[in-house]
T-cell receptor, first 115, second 118 residues
Framework: NAGVMQNPRHLVRRRGQEARLRCSPM?????VYWYRQLPEEGLKFMVY????????ESGMPKERFSAEFPKEGPSILRIQQVVRGDSAAYFC?????????????FGDGTRLSIL | AQTVTQSQPEMSVQEAETVTLSCTYD???????LFWYKQPPSRQMILVIR??????QNATENRFSVNFQKAAKSFSLKISDSQLGDAAMYFC???????????????FGKGTKLSVKP
């Protein structure tokens, strides 16, 4: 059973470009969480999605960031007009349900570097 | 709001010895879950162990065990018989026990970097 798949593993963008990060949850999982990890920091929650719905985006910056989880295909985290401060590792996690006792399984992350 | 604090930025242990990583948290909730995740240099986030707050018995997973002190809001991780492969960042995390919705996300500490000396 494949784990959470994130791609690309590394992404380099110049300031002002767009970054698209993809996450395919584990089979049978319909709940996706995105986290951001700045250097020397722990992970910080960004957004929680179920299929076609954003449940909680309280951790998302108000501008330039958006996320979706369409009925078909992976979840996408999109960052428009990237800036140096967006450089970080972005992790996706999935779970089968939203019950709190269900563990979240993490992907290997996407390391975003802004030139 | 809930917070998680890991007061040890770095720890070191001799191979085969035992080490304890500290974690404290702050919450007004009575129902919640606590986790320890391991992040090796490969950057994977690997679930090491979890504890349900309603359970008094401390969780154990092979060489990993926790000391959960609910009244003190403390959740330390003990690694016995340390191995070179245990070297990694270790993150303590909290999750609300409220059903679903906006309480579903994990709240992480800043991590402890564990080095294992041969």
């Amino acid at each position: 059973n494949a784990g959470v798949m994130q791609n690309p593993r590394h992404l380099v963008r110049r300031r002002g470009q767009e970054a698209r990060l993809r996450c395919s949850p584990m089979k049978g999982h319909s709940h996706v969480y995105w986290y951001r990890q700045l250097p020397e920091e722990g992970l910080k929650f960004m957004v929680y999605l179920q299929k076609e719905n954003i449940i909680d985006e309280s951790g998302m910056p108000k501008e330039r960031f958006s996320a979706e989880f369409p009925k078909e295909g992976p979840s996408i985290l999109r960052i428009q007009q990237v800036v140096r401060g967006d450089s970080a590792a972005y992790f996706c996690a999935s779970s089968r349900t939203d019950y709190s006792n269900q563990p979240q399984h993490f992907g290997d992350g996407t390391r975003l570097s802004i030139l | 709001a809930q917070t998680v604090t890991q007061s040890q930025p770095e720890m070191s242990v001799q191979e085969a010895e035992t080490v304890t990583l500290s974690c404290t948290y702050d919450t007004s909730e009575s129902d919640y879950y606590l986790f320890w995740y391991k992040q090796p240099p490969s950057r994977q986030m690997i679930l090491v162990i979890r504890q349900e707050a309603y359970k008094q018995q401390n969780a154990t997973e092979n060489r990993f065990s926790v000391n959960f002190q609910k009244a003190a809001k403390s959740f330390s991780l003990k690694i016995s018989d340390s191995q070179l492969g245990d070297a990694a960042m270790y993150f303590c995390a909290y999750r609300s026990g409220n059903y679903g919705g906006s309480q579903g996300n994990l709240i992480f500490g800043k991590g402890t970097k564990l080095s294992v000396k041969p």
